[in-house]
């Protein structure tokens, strides 16, 4: 699974730690972008980097429709034919939502 905004080093197939957004007051690497301010320095991050509020909305409610579906489908058993609710599931619909 291709993480969103993770780059992978070409040659040694390793996650570039590197990669991303960086704080422009203080270059800390940005690793919640749902936190609007820099938890290094504390600057208000710029929009295109952090989430805004409709975004982080967006995330959410996928998040409790995914949670709620999963807790469905552990009830009920294994529905035959069904996909199961995965990992992969989840990014989709999040980088889906928020269109980044």
Same mark, same amino acid.
């Given at each position: 699974m291709q993480i969103p905004g993770a780059n992978m080093d070409?040659?040694? =197939? /390793?996650? *570039? !730690? *590197? !990669? =991303? &957004? %960086? $704080? &422009? @007051? $203080? =270059?800390? +690497?940005?690793?919640?972008r749902r936190y609007p301010k820099c938890e290094s320095c504390g600057a208000e991050l710029p929009a295109d980097i952090a989430y805004t509020a409709e975004e982080r %909305? +967006?995330? +959410?409610? !996928? #998040? #409790? /429709?995914? @949670?709620? #579906?999963? !807790?469905?489908?552990?009830?009920? =058993? &294994?529905?035959s034919g069904a996909a199961p609710i995965g990992d992969d599931a989840l990014m989709s619909t999040i980088v889906e939502s928020t269109g980044r």
């Amino acid at each position: 699974m291709q993480i969103p905004g993770a780059n992978m080093d070409s040659q040694s =197939g /390793a996650l *570039d !730690a *590197d !990669a =991303g &957004p %960086h $704080c &422009p @007051a $203080c =270059g800390f +690497r940005v690793f919640n972008r749902r936190y609007p301010k820099c938890e290094s320095c504390g600057a208000e991050l710029p929009a295109d980097i952090a989430y805004t509020a409709e975004e982080r %909305h +967006r995330m +959410r409610v !996928a #998040e #409790e /429709a995914i @949670a709620l #579906e999963v !807790a469905r489908q552990s009830r009920s =058993g &294994p529905v035959s034919g069904a996909a199961p609710i995965g990992d992969d599931a989840l990014m989709s619909t999040i980088v889906e939502s928020t269109g980044r």
